[in-house]
């Protein structure tokens, strides 16, 4: 029951801020807040890491984190979820470094996972397609790698994008068409070494053939 008897709203129909202001008080809040966003930051964190293991453990970190710190918390033009996404970001960025490496992420692999659920005829279709333009965004500097993620597979307009990556919406743009810029000359780079490769191949299968 709310204040003077009232009886309080669902939390599933409650929209972010009110959960927040309410999470302060009330835990059950903060789990809303929690199962509406889990599978985004950790699908995010999984992609940075690539181990299943370190995401599960990061993402508890992350909403540990938002938890302790929700009390302070205050709306001030951006969402909840680019908060989480920044906290997300920088946990992942002290584990690299913790650990000292250089990130090596799975890009074909989170993909096939993203994509499990279409229709097996498209993925066959795609598939060569796909593994092209996976190796041309691992070969991207991190940044842009990160930029891909929040643009196409978690779907972020470039003003949300900026809110994450700490950025104005115009550097955002300038960003983007860097990248696909840079994606096309390597996919292109690609495409030519593979054309140059195959008539030696077919060459080689029609020698053994004959023999």
């Not at 453990?57 to 680019?82: C, S, W």
Request: hydrophobic share 35%.
């Amino acid at each position: 029951m709310g204040l003077f008897g009232r009886k309080q709203k669902p939390l599933a129909k409650m929209s972010d801020n009110e959960l927040i202001a309410l999470a302060k008080e009330d835990k059950e809040a903060f789990g809303e807040l929690y199962e509406r966003y889990v599978t985004k930051i950790y699908n995010y964190i999984y992609y940075r890491t690539g181990n299943q293991q370190d995401a599960e453990d990061l993402t508890a970190r992350v909403f540990y984190r938002a938890m302790g710190h929700i009390e302070n918390y205050v709306d001030k033009g951006v969402p909840f979820q680019a908060w989480l996404y920044r906290i997300a970001h920088n946990l992942v960025a002290n584990f690299h470094r913790d650990h000292g490496r250089r990130k090596i992420i799975p890009l074909d692999d989170y993909v096939a996972h993203t994509l499990r659920s279409e229709a097996p005829d498209r993925q066959a279709e795609a598939s060569d397609e796909q593994e092209t333009l996976m190796k041309a965004i691992g070969r991207l500097p991190a940044e842009r790698q990160q930029l891909i993620l929040l643009k196409f597979i978690h779907q972020k307009s470039n003003a949300e994008i900026g809110e994450i990556m700490n950025r104005t919406e115009g550097a955002i743009k300038s960003l983007y068409h860097r990248t696909l810029i840079a994606l096309r000359d390597e996919i292109q780079m690609q495409d030519m070494k593979n054309t140059m490769a195959k008539p030696d191949a077919d060459s080689t299968a029609r020698k053994h053939g004959r023999g």
